[in-house]
């Protein structure tokens, strides 16, 4: 038994380096990828929460309320045109608050907590009976080209019809008659858009989110086989006290550094294909808001994930080599 006793002593030891190096990584994945504050900052510099309003116009076009429910004055708006009114009426203060709404709702949709992502409008139905909802209609109304006669005769016709107009520029004298059919049209307009706005729902059947719970378990369950191996190397190798700093010192002071070495490049090094990863194989857990973020969503990542690793790493390699030094000085056969 003495005779492989230290041959098997390096082989699990270097099984040990090999699988805790990894193991150390998928669980800082799994606790940093899965959390708001992760990419809130991330989200901030690139300019995520300036998007959302292109996000609302185009899930608002492709949702479910039809032509026919909404108020005249809004019927036929392009995605332009309810990007800008959404701007309009949502200041930055609470676009980043329905933002952040979002980014909770898709991680409550990964963990499993929720079948769909959405966005609550109610913030932006609250602006809309105000006057900010007003204002925000002429706002739209006067990027548009000036009415002609025509046009403003067309128009209303329609709004005595209720049907589309098409929507132009109307002279000063009569915004002050305007202003009271379009307050009626936003008090109808709550009515008509729904409180929240759903950006993703979950497949009835072959949810890929169960693939990703198993994937997390396994990330979470990971530091277990390098534990189990280093009890395993206690079991066959430590007969005395100068064993066991050697045997455990040594292993943990490479495993500290490489891990350390990984913290310190790992974010050049796998940026590209954190990225490459989110937008070849996450489109059917991420909304498209999301997706167009991919960059800002890597960095954050990266970030969160590389640091935690690079002070673990060196806390790993401090304890390992004080253990190996202390192994070096230790004198005789003392037992444990």
């Known amino acids: ?9 390096i082989f699990l030891a270097v099984i040990f380096v090999l699988t805790a190096v990894p193991a150390l990584v998928f669980f800082n994945f799994d606790r940093k990828a899965f959390t ?27 949702g479910t309320t039809g032509p026919n429910q909404l108020p005249v004055v809004m019927r036929g708006m392009s995605q332009q045109a309810w990007e800008g009114y959404f701007r309009a009426m949502l200041p930055q203060e609470t676009l980043k608050a329905m933002g952040d709404e979002t980014l909770t709702s898709v991680l409550a949709y990964l963990n499993h907590q929720t079948d769909s992502v959405q966005v609550s409008l109610i913030p ?4 809309m009976v105000g006057d900010a909802g007003v204002q925000a209609v002429f706002a739209l109304l006067a990027t548009q080209p000036a009415c002609t ?26 915004i002050p008659m305007l202003t009271p059919v379009i307050q009626g049209q936003m008090q109808a307009a709550v009515m008509a858009i729904p409180d929240q706005l759903t950006l993703l729902s979950a497949p009835p059947q072959n949810d890929p989110r169960d693939k990703l719970q198993t994937a997390r378990l396994a990330m979470r369950l990971s530091p277990t086989l390098p534990l189990g191996l280093l009890l395993l190397l206690t079991i066959v190798a430590v007969r005395s006290l100068k064993d066991w700093l ?9 495993t500290g550094g490489l891990t350390a070495l990984l913290g310190l490049v790992g974010a050049s090094i796998f940026g590209t294909i954190f990225q ?11 909304p498209a808001l999301l997706l167009d973020s991919a960059n800002a969503l890597a960095t954050a990542m990266l970030q969160a ?18 253990m190996a030094v202390a192994g070096y000085f230790v004198k005789g056969k003392m037992t444990i």
């Not at 038994?1 to 002593?9: A, T, Y």
């Not at 025509?150 to 132009?168: D, F, G, K, R, V």
């Not at 050697?246 to 490479?254: H, Y």
């Open 1 to 9: 038994m003495d005779s492989i006793k230290k041959p098997l002593g």
């Open 36 to 62: 708001a504050e992760t990419y809130q900052r991330a989200f901030a510099r690139s300019d995520f929460y300036n998007k959302l309003p292109a996000s609302m116009a185009e899930s608002m076009l492709a």
């Open 124 to 127: 932006l139905k609250t602006s």
């Open 149 to 174: 006669l025509e046009q403003m005769a067309q128009a209303t016709m329609n709004l005595l019809n209720n049907s589309e107009i098409q929507l132009c520029n109307p002279p000063a004298e009569l």
């Open 246 to 254: 050697n045997w455990w010192g040594i292993p943990l002071a490479i």
């Open 276 to 286: 490459e990863l989110l937008t070849s194989r996450m489109p059917t857990f991420l």
């Open 305 to 322: 994930l590389f640091i935690p690793i690079l002070w673990q790493g060196l806390g790993i390699a401090f304890i390992g080599f004080g």
